[in-house]
């Protein structure tokens, strides 16, 4: 089995909808499972009507919780916690600032009253479904909580485990944008990169950013230039770069306004999600099908 991370290094290049188009392209050439690791946004289910089989919760790093009832309003929770985190609230007891706190354990620990605990909470989901594609593992974050990182090793590794057992050629992923511990967590250990970018200087700047974390984890990096045709001087920019950079720069894609619109539809039930791999306006990302085939050994 063969992995590939479709990634970007910002947001808003297109990154699901090309991940999307490709589950389409790759199902009807090898058996096929997939991943959302952006876990803050987990978009790609929505695109293939993945359907939920299993939802496991995923804790998140402990509350700090204060009772009341046994407080003294010492002080002693203020003057250890290493975040300022801690204060003595107009009522006499202690009071924890949820923003700050780091959930470290000082003040547990300093409390000579044991009015303090760390209580377990839930931060999100991991869920496992069935697509017309096959088998799909994808994360729900809870906005604002931490710990994405931990949560797109444990989509990883489930949908890992998953293609496995469904005997699947491919594992295709949609990772998380950026350069960040989330993106890290999705690119460890796969075969190829796909990095879909459009003709921006930032998207430029971000790809050279992703590019140079591919370099430090050795995986392979195949580009795709998204609406090439929204700026010809952005995309003479980006194919710049890819020299530059020893970048293969496996197709370019033209913006199609058929294609938003056929993925809502795929979405809300109106059309099959096979579609997709016939839509005529994306020419180009069939040619990035192509064009990665060999890499990640589609039908080998």
């Known amino acids: ?14 990154k699901t909808t090309v991940t999307a188009v490709l589950v389409a392209l790759a ?5 096929v499972a997939v991943a959302d690791c952006d876990v803050e946004a987990s978009n790609l289910p929505l695109a293939l009507r993945a359907t939920v089989t299993t939802r496991e919760p995923f804790a998140g ?4 919780v204060v009772d009341e009832r046994r407080c003294r309003g010492c002080g002693a929770c203020v003057r250890a916690c290493p975040f300022d985190a801690m204060a003595i609230g107009p009522e006499g007891h202690a009071a924890v600032d949820p923003w700050l706190c780091e959930s470290c354990g000082a003040c547990v620990r300093a409390c000579p009253a044991d009015a303090i605990a760390l ?24 906005p604002g909580e931490d710990l994405s990182g931990r949560l797109v090793a444990l989509v990883r590794e489930h949908a890992a ?9 491919l594992l295709l992923v949609d990772g998380p944008p950026g350069v960040g511990c989330p993106a890290i967590a999705a690119m460890v250990g796969v075969d190829a990169v796909l990095a879909v970018t459009e003709p921006t200087p930032a998207a430029v700047h971000d790809l050279r950013r992703l590019a140079g974390l591919a370099v430090q984890l050795r995986v392979p990096v195949a580009v795709v230039l998204n609406k090439v045709d929204l700026s010809p ?10 020299a530059e950079l020893g970048l293969a720069l496996v197709a370019e894609v033209r913006f199609d306004a058929e294609l938003p619109r056929l993925m809502e539809a795929v979405a809300s039930g109106r059309t099959e999600p096979a579609r997709l ?4 306006g994306v020419g180009g990302i069939h040619a990035v099908w192509a064009g990665l085939a060999p890499l990640v050994g589609a039908g080998s």
Not at 277 to 280: E, I, P, Q
């Open 233 to 242: 001087s952005g995309a003479e920019f980006v194919r710049a770069a890819c």
């Open 1 to 14: 089995m063969r992995t590939l991370l479709v990634a970007s290094g910002k947001g808003g290049t297109g």
């Open 61 to 64: 790093p402990p509350q700090v």
């Open 277 to 280: 791999a016939a839509v005529t």
């Open 27 to 31: 199902a009807r050439e090898c058996r």
């Open 161 to 169: 485990d998953l293609a496995r057992r469904h005997d699947a050629d």
């Open 119 to 142: 209580v377990p909470q839930v931060a999100g989901a991991l869920l496992v479904g069935e697509c017309w594609a096959g088998p799909v593992v994808w994360g729900d974050l809870r």
